[in-house]
């Protein structure tokens, strides 16, 4: 049982536009930064976005992500078929020292 | 360009031990603090352990407390991972992963699978 909560799935056409939601609560989500990560296939996971809503460079901005209260949201527009992956949120947990704590994972599908 | 390559995985029976390398590359290793990360077969993301930039402070998730040592070498540019009394559930990939000053967990090597079966 992971410490964040993530839907199993999600799935959208080529072009169509994707949310992943990601809750938590005070002690993490609530008062910390949080990152996405995108795990291709038989890979390792790659950082989508950092601090909530940034970019590292290379990122295309058809990514992009926010922050509300304990909750984070991932967006995804222009869906391509090589989004086709796990994506996974992941933060700290104030109430357990420097302890990082993930999603469970959505798997994207594009239909 | 930043670089983290796991090795020293491979398969051991329950009750054994297996220690894990990252060698690390492109970066000022002894300015990060550092993290494992494992992911068991078809499964998430779980956290393992982290170390600070000069191995005074170290943490773990409670599943692997007391069995589990990690610690690092900054004039090889290197961390380790040392797994005593592995179980079946420690069957994952394990992969280093470089903690940014911000704290986000931004470099991740490309893992290496360690196997506990008899």
């Known amino acids: 049982q992971s410490v964040l909560t993530q839907p199993p799935s999600v799935s959208a056409a080529p072009g169509q536009k994707v949310t992943i939601s990601c809750s938590g609560s005070?002690?993490?989500?609530?008062?910390?930064?949080v990152s996405w990560y995108q795990q291709l296939p038989g890979t390792a996971p790659k950082l989508l976005i950092y601090e909530n809503n940034k970019r590292p460079s290379g990122i295309p901005d058809r990514f992009s992500g926010s922050k509300s209260g304990t909750s984070a949201t991932l967006g995804i527009t222009g869906l391509q078929t090589g989004d086709e992956a796990d994506y996974y949120c992941?933060?700290?947990?104030?109430?357990?020292?420097?302890?990082?704590?993930f999603g469970g994972g959505t798997q994207l599908t594009v239909l | 360009e930043v670089q983290l390559v796991e090795s020293g995985g491979g398969l051991v029976q329950p009750g054994g031990s297996l220690r894990l390398s990252c060698a690390a590359s492109?970066?000022?290793?002894?300015?990060?603090?550092m993290s494992w990360v494992r992911q068991a077969p078809g499964k998430g993301l779980e956290w393992v352990a982290n170390?600070?930039?000069?191995?005074?402070?170290?943490y773990y998730v409670d599943s692997v407390k007391g069995r589990f040592t990690i610690s690092r070498d900054n004039a090889k540019n290197s961390l380790y991972l040392q797994m005593n009394s592995l179980r079946a559930e420690d069957t994952a990939v394990y992969y280093c992963?470089?903690?940014?000053?911000?704290?986000?967990?931004?470099?991740w090597g490309q893992g290496t699978l360690v196997t506990v079966s008899s």
């Open positions: 005070s002690s993490n989500i609530g008062n910390n930064y």
């Open positions: 492109g970066f000022t290793f002894s300015s990060y603090w």
């Open positions: 170390i600070k930039q000069d191995g005074s402070e170290k």
């Open positions: 992963a470089r903690v940014s000053v911000a704290g986000t967990v931004d470099y």
């Open positions: 992941g933060t700290w947990d104030s109430s357990l020292s420097a302890h990082a704590v």
